[in-house]
Nanobody, 115 residues
Framework: QVQLVESGGGDVRPGGSVRLSCAVS????????MGWYRQLPGKQREFLAT???????NYANSMKGRVTISRDNAKNTMYLQVNSVVPEDTAVYYC?????????WGQGISVTVSS
């Protein structure tokens, strides 16, 4: 069993940055790939980034250059930083992790970009 909890969301002004955390608990020994999705209001959930247990990263083309994914395996925590945010970044952000071949999801965390 694996549990994921996102934190760090809230309000941010356009042009600023937001840093989200995803804390993993449970059977962390066999956690492999991790990553982030988001769901804009009224839109489908979209892929943002992944990071492997060996720290190889992959990003959605639409987000390259302003998104950074990282993880600290010693702390069982993954991070997502989004720079130069715009109002269209307003969404619920979800983290995921694979335990062996089983995916687990966090509950989601809201980010609102407004002036």
């Amino acid at each position: 069993q694996v549990q994921l909890v996102e934190s760090g969301g809230g309000d941010v002004r356009p042009g600023g940055s937001v840093r989200l955390s995803c804390a993993v608990s449970g059977n962390t020994f066999t956690i492999g790939d991790m990553g982030w999705y988001r769901q804009l209001p009224g839109k489908q959930r979209e892929f943002l980034a992944t990071i492997t247990d060996k720290l190889f990263t992959n990003y959605a083309n639409s987000m390259k250059g302003r998104v950074t994914i990282s993880r600290d395996n010693a702390k069982n925590t993954m991070y997502l930083q989004v720079n130069s945010v715009v109002p269209e970044d307003t969404a619920v952000y979800y983290c995921f992790a694979y335990e062996r071949t089983t995916p687990y999801w966090g509950q989601g965390i809201s980010v609102t970009v407004s002036s």
